[in-house]
Antibody, heavy 127, light 108 residues
Framework: QVQLQESGPGLVKPSQTLSLTCTVSGGSISSGGYYWSWIRQHPGKGLEWIGY???????YYNPSLKSRVTISVDTSKNQFSLKLSSVTAADTAVYYCARGGRYCSGGSCRPNWFDPWGQGTLVTVSS | EIVLTQSPGTLSLSPGERATLSCRASQSVSSSYLAWYQQKPGQAPRLLIYGASSRATGIPDRFSGSGSGTDFTLTISRLEPEDFAVYYCQQYGSSSITFGQGTRLEIK
């Protein structure tokens, strides 16, 4: 079955860029039919969707983070990545990657529910 | 953005009891595009329900979802010890995906 695994630095300094990669195994990103997403969870808090990418490279970001987020895909490595710029302590969170199914309605397509998820990786923003 | 409000914040019940969790949307969720997840400490969320009422693969039938429009419910018919966790709803009916703030189901 498809498995996802996040990787990247666990500590990032304020004002720098957070960079994480999600490696997908057991399935190919380029086969289509799914959106690949990043979701985060602040310590002891709820879930916040960050954005998603399709294998073609099309993306959609949470409007509240859009100015700082870039999600990219490398189909040759079966990976997708997150970059979050100008981080502050408020970006300290567990970051999850997840697969979202694709559905189309009214001429637009977007992800539906998320399954499976990676195990998550804690990123702390601190000097 | 569709805001999802879950209630109660914490629910204290005993094994064997019935749990009813609510998720209310600030505007109608089109086509019942709503999912439920269970999260245990130190783990990633696990998909339970999609399309408001369809159980995900491998989810026991004591879990059921219902609702439409702005009001959705997750029901656990008879609580097992492993069901005590935090539950989140998520809507995917709008371009911006949002989650509820969660309901903590604890052992009474």
């Amino acid at each position: 079955q498809v498995q996802l695994q996040e990787s990247g630095p666990g500590l990032v300094k304020p004002s720098q860029t957070l960079s994480l990669t999600c490696t997908v195994s057991g399935g190919s990103i380029s086969s289509g039919g799914y959106y690949w997403s990043w979701i985060r969870q602040h310590p002891g808090k709820g879930l916040e969707w960050i954005g998603y990418i399709y294998y073609s490279g099309s993306t959609y970001y949470n409007p509240s983070l859009k100015s700082r987020v870039t999600i990219s895909v490398d189909t040759s490595k079966n990976q997708f990545s997150l970059k979050l710029s100008s981080v502050t302590a408020a970006d300290t969170a567990v970051y999850y990657c997840a697969r979202g199914g694709r559905y189309c309605s009214g001429g637009s397509c977007r992800p539906n529910w998320f399954d499976p998820w990676g195990q998550g990786t804690l990123v702390t923003v601190s000097s | 953005e569709i805001v999802l409000t879950q209630s109660p914040g914490t629910l204290s019940l005993s094994p064997g009891e019935r749990a009813t969790l609510s998720c209310r949307a600030s505007q109608s969720v089109s086509s019942s595009y709503l999912a439920w997840y269970q999260q245990k400490p130190g783990q990633a969320p696990r998909l339970l329900i999609y399309g408001a009422s369809s159980r995900a693969t491998g989810i026991p039938d004591r879990f059921s979802g219902s609702g439409s429009g702005t009001d959705f419910t997750l029901t656990i018919s008879r609580l097992e010890p492993e069901d005590f966790a935090v539950y989140y709803c998520q809507q995917y009916g709008s371009s911006s995906i949002t989650f509820g703030q969660g309901t903590r189901l604890e052992i009474k």
